[in-house]
């Protein structure tokens, strides 16, 4: 293994740039030369690399976002795509790839080693957490940092109206975030795709005439819930219960940007050296993450199709704390 290319991929997430700093700095410790790829799958396509030093990644370790951009690339789905992004590697002689990313980019990953043999470390790189074989993701725990903050201040405002604040956060198809701020700020009812009876408990939680007496709830909502969305769900509570004032709040993309928090820093650390190690060890299509505090490698096919559940002594441990 003598040159490979790091590249993020899917939606960003902080600590990215941590990651990509451990990787380069590790690949060049261990006498690699080290490109980058812009925009991930559509800039190997596009042939859009460029070397990067020890120096390239100076002063990147607090930064949100990505140096390297990324994309969410249709063309990488075809088969022409994935042929021109592999005669591009080719050309350049890379002989691995470190991809920063979520389930989408692991399954580009392993089909460019099914079909052209190129070997790939994939690391877990976004918000949601929803990656099978490692604990956290990067970036979940800025992003929940993130909403637990917006939520101390909605709690404020909330507080002075007598209001209902219904707050969606991230989290396409999974509660992981949704959890894990609903508990953190404290929130009186938490609706996330992975409890079937959450809408029940609000509806328990509001009938109660002492509970609609009280001055002020929070009910924080995961964007992937079957309610379908705060604005939906707003309009119906209002109807249900004409007594209480409601309004609703979607975080959005503010939970993707800022400063990684130090967790997610040395997890990016962590895994960005670890990969290195992996591709010079001769490993090929395996994701990593940590588990229990261990580096744990996963073949990308059981990753991409594993579930990873939540914690469902979570889910009742907070409705118990709200109450
Ligand atoms: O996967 C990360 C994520 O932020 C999800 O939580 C969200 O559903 C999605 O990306 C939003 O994607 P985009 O930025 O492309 O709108």
Do not use: W
Request: glycine fraction near 12%; hydrophobic fraction near 35%.
């Amino acid at each position: 293994m003598k040159k490979i290319a790091v590249f993020t991929s899917g939606g960003d997430a902080p600590g990215m740039n941590a990651c990509i700093r451990s990787v380069v700095r590790t690949g060049i410790y261990e006498g690699l030369e080290v490109e980058g790829i812009r925009r991930g799958y559509q800039g190997m396509i596009d042939n859009d690399f460029l070397p990067l030093e020890r120096r390239s990644v100076a002063n990147i370790i607090q930064l949100g976002g990505t140096i390297l951009k990324t994309a969410r690339c249709l063309d990488f789905m075809t088969p022409e795509g994935r042929q021109k992004a592999a005669d591009n590697l080719r050309s350049r002689n890379i002989d691995g790839l470190v991809c920063i990313g979520g389930n989408g980019s692991y399954t580009g990953a392993l089909k460019l080693y099914e079909e052209h043999g190129i070997p790939t470390i994939g690391l877990p790189g976004t918000i949601d957490n929803d990656l099978y074989g490692t604990d956290y993701t990067i970036g979940f725990d800025t992003a929940i940092n993130t909403a637990v903050q917006a939520i101390d201040k909605i709690r404020d405002t909330a507080d002075s109206h007598d209001r209902v604040f219904l707050v969606e956060v991230m989290g396409r198809d999974a509660g992981f975030i949704g959890i894990s701020v609903g508990i953190s700020g404290g929130a009186e009812g938490i609706l996330i795709p992975e409890d079937t009876h959450d809408m029940e408990k609000i509806h328990r939680y509001f009938d109660r005439s002492d509970r609609r007496s009280k001055s002020f709830s929070i009910i924080v909502v995961a964007e992937g819930d079957q309610e379908g969305g705060v604005l939906v769900l707003s309009q119906k509570l209002s109807e249900k219960y004409p007594d209480l004032d409601i309004r609703a709040t979607i975080l959005g993309h503010i939970q993707r940007g800022g400063s990684p928090t130090a967790n997610d820093r040395i997890l990016a650390s962590r895994l960005g050296y670890s990969a290195v190690h992996a591709l010079i060890q001769g490993h090929k299509s395996q994701t990593l993450g940590i588990v229990n505090d261990k580096v744990k490698m996963t073949p990308f096919d059981e990753a991409i199709h594993k579930h990873k559940p939540i914690n469902s002594s979570l889910i009742r441990m907070a409705e118990i704390l709200s109450s």
